[in-house]
């Protein structure tokens, strides 16, 4: 397999390797906490310098981390194979480890450095499609999981259910307590289940749907999602591989486009399947982001989507990226920086969802969108549209900036303040 930077002569690479070697023995070492303002203009002046580094040299040091592209790492195994390669150019697992240890506000934010990482590689063209492409493949637990779902039709996991029936796969997220926020189990479970869903052989298209609720101000009704889990945003739980890049490179991704397995077809590289979405009372935050990575969506009439990315400080995903394409710039703006909120029966909602019921009849009309969309000419044109709309490298440039900005906005007192006002409360 050729390197992610073009097979050059073996006397040339080595010259790279040196280059990178040389260059990397400049890099200062991390600041320690507590946080003050020294340690502020270090970690500054550091970042600056790996940016300059990781602008000429991300290219050799993605092809030492993969082998020459032969490796297929995940962002973590990436970012602590970068960390062993390449000493001060991203924090250590261990100085990962010991920051979330202690109080959010003791912490230097040493996530950031690896957004620097992470854009760096991504912004090189051949290194970040390697890494696109390396986290559309199953992960180790689905692989686990796949005898189990093969055999049963049924796996279920903390906050995800996945049921095989009739050819559908039919994904419940089941988080009642805390109507389907999300966090990194959920997140890992999705993508569990993406997997299974695609890997499986015997389903023909997808369902993604909320479930029936446990928390008092919604008990006994279905919730499609409420976003992200504020609690542990403020918490500082949200991890910026583990949460913030994996959701969008992984199972958003695999929906969009499908999984990359060993054995690809030649007819088309990736295995996929048509997806349907049904909002039951609100899609907020990641669950309207999720709808913008299937191909139909209904909703019940009293349902609504927003994205308040402003009002939590955040930057909402890919919907960013996404979202103009979909229901044009000016009302993509209203949504995601005035927080404005879409009702399913407002006219606007006609560009963010397929068809619109009332909530007595919604079960009857995914049943008749999952057959409508059985069709076999649905997955080929799927993927058309899809590639049309989503070219590879102006996600792969939408996700490197994405990295560092969503680091910094993470980690910003700002935003630590209106996570922990907003999760005093639920949606209404």
Request: glycine share 10%; aromatic share 4%.
């Amino acid at each position: 397999m050729s390197a992610p930077n073009g097979r050059a002569p073996a006397a040339v690479r080595e010259r790279a390797g040196d280059g990178l070697d040389r260059a990397a023995r400049l890099l200062p070492p991390f600041p320690g906490p507590p946080p003050d303002a020294g340690t502020e203009r270090a970690l500054e002046a550091g970042r600056a310098q790996r940016t300059a580094f990781l602008e000429r040299h991300a290219g050799e040091l993605y092809d030492r981390l993969t082998r020459g592209g032969v490796l297929r790492p995940r962002l973590d195994e990436l970012v602590e194979g970068a960390a062993a390669a390449v000493p001060n150019l991203v924090p250590s697992p261990a100085q990962l480890r010991a920051e979330r240890a202690v109080p959010v506000p003791e912490r230097v934010g040493y996530e950031i450095d690896v957004g620097v990482l992470l854009r760096g590689l991504l912004r090189c063209p051949a290194a970040g499609q390697h890494l696109m492409d390396s986290m559309l493949r199953p992960t180790g637990r689905a692989l686990g999981l796949l005898g189990e779902f093969r055999a049963t039709g049924v796996v279920r996991m903390e906050s995800t259910v996945l049921e095989r029936d009739a050819g559908v796969a039919r994904i419940t997220m089941c988080a009642g307590d805390r109507l389907n926020a999300e966090d990194e189990q959920q997140v890992d479970d999705m993508e569990t289940a993406v997997d299974l869903a695609l890997l499986d052989g015997r389903c023909a298209i997808g369902l993604i749907r909320g479930g029936v609720m446990t928390h008092p101000r919604h008990a006994g009704r279905r919730v499609f999602s409420a976003g992200i889990n504020l609690k542990r945003l403020h918490a500082g739980e949200i991890t910026l591989v583990g949460f913030l890049l994996r959701r969008e490179l992984g199972y958003l991704r695999k929906l969009l486009l499908g999984l990359r397995t060993d054995e690809p077809s030649w007819r088309y590289p990736l295995t996929d399947m048509p997806w349907v979405a049904a909002v039951d009372g609100f899609a907020i935050g990641g669950g309207m982001q999720l709808l913008l990575a299937v191909d139909h969506v209904l909703a019940a009439s009293d349902a609504y989507l927003s994205l308040p990315a402003a009002q939590e400080g955040i930057v909402p995903g890919a919907a960013d990226f996404r979202l103009p394409a979909a229901v044009g710039p000016r009302l993509a703006r209203q949504i995601i920086l005035g927080g404005r909120r879409v009702r399913a029966s407002d006219p606007e909602a006609r560009s963010l969802v397929d068809r619109v019921v009332d909530p007595a009849d919604l079960d009857a009309a995914v049943e008749e969108s999952l057959e409508l969309l059985r069709d076999p000419a649905v997955t080929a044109n799927r993927r058309m549209v899809n590639l049309a709309l989503e070219p590879a490298d102006g996600f792969r440039a939408y996700m490197a900036e994405f990295a560092v900005q969503q680091a910094l906005r993470v980690h910003a007192a700002d935003v630590l303040g209106k996570a922990g006002r907003f999760a005093a409360g639920p949606p209404g």
